[in-house]
């Protein structure tokens, strides 16, 4: 079992639709949750960083964390078609020498 | 703010020729740079972590004598690809960790282009 698995779509919405991207991991000792977006040809942007279990709200962006489903979710409200990109969950547990484990990234497309 | 640079941007070369690529963080102090190799519809995937004033940590597989990485201070590390062969051809993204220990910041990317 990988340690962060994510659908990697493409995942087609119209404009104006409410998104659900998730991920599930298998690691107990992740803390740190992150979801970055990656437009085509450029580097990872961070969106949204959350710490544990809970909610956390930016603009039309929402984080949830629940740890003890060992599930993450990012929702995407009004979304436009400049939120077309790929998404990727990333964790940490958070120690001195850990790294950023990523999932896969799942290609989201936004129709006008 | 947490601005990461890299250059070039875009390269292309000879086989045989080494190639290096520069990574910055603009408005922050990083400890720890990592470098990551991403294929055209793949994801990340990390070839070394770079602490500064210290030897890289290279990710199984990934020859350490073929990617040179130095990381000489606080906001700066380079990665060289050596005697580059047409396998070698990807886009190459490091990114910047601030100091405190988790956040990521990521550059956007040098693509390499091996002739």
């Known amino acids: 079992q990988k340690e962060v698995e994510q659908d990697p779509g493409p995942l087609s919405v119209p404009e104006g639709a409410i998104v659900s991207l998730n991920c599930t991991y298998s690691?107990?000792?992740?803390?740190?949750f992150m979801w970055y977006r990656q437009y085509s040809r450029k580097g990872p942007e961070l969106l949204m960083y959350?710490?544990?279990?809970g909610n956390k709200e930016d603009g039309r962006f929402t984080a949830q964390v629940d740890k003890s489903s060992k599930y993450i979710s990012l929702f995407i409200r009004d979304s436009q078609p400049s939120d077309s990109a790929t998404y990727l969950c990333?964790?940490?547990?958070?120690?001195?020498?850990?790294?950023?484990?990523f999932g896969k990234g799942t290609m989201l497309l936004v129709s006008p | 703010g947490a601005v990461v640079s890299q250059h070039p941007s875009w390269v292309i070369c000879k086989s045989g020729t080494s190639v290096k690529i520069e990574c910055r963080s603009l408005?922050?102090?990083?400890?720890?740079m990592f470098w990551y190799r991403q294929f055209p519809k793949q994801s990340l995937m990390l070839m070394a972590t770079?602490?500064?004033?210290?030897?890289?940590?290279?990710e199984q597989g990934v020859e350490k004598d073929k990617f040179l990485i130095n990381h000489a201070s606080l906001t700066l590390s380079t990665l060289t690809v050596t005697s580059a062969h047409p396998e070698d051809s990807s886009f190459y993204i490091c990114?910047?960790?601030?100091?405190?220990?988790?956040?990521?910041?990521f550059g956007p990317g040098t693509r390499l282009t091996v002739l």
């Open positions: 770079s602490n500064e004033g210290s030897k890289a940590t290279y």
């Open positions: 990333a964790m940490i547990s958070g120690g001195g020498y850990s790294t950023l484990t």
């Open positions: 959350t710490y544990s279990s």
């Open positions: 690691n107990s000792a992740f803390q740190y």
């Open positions: 408005d922050f102090q990083a400890t720890t």
């Open positions: 990114s910047a960790r601030d100091l405190a220990g988790v956040t990521q910041y």
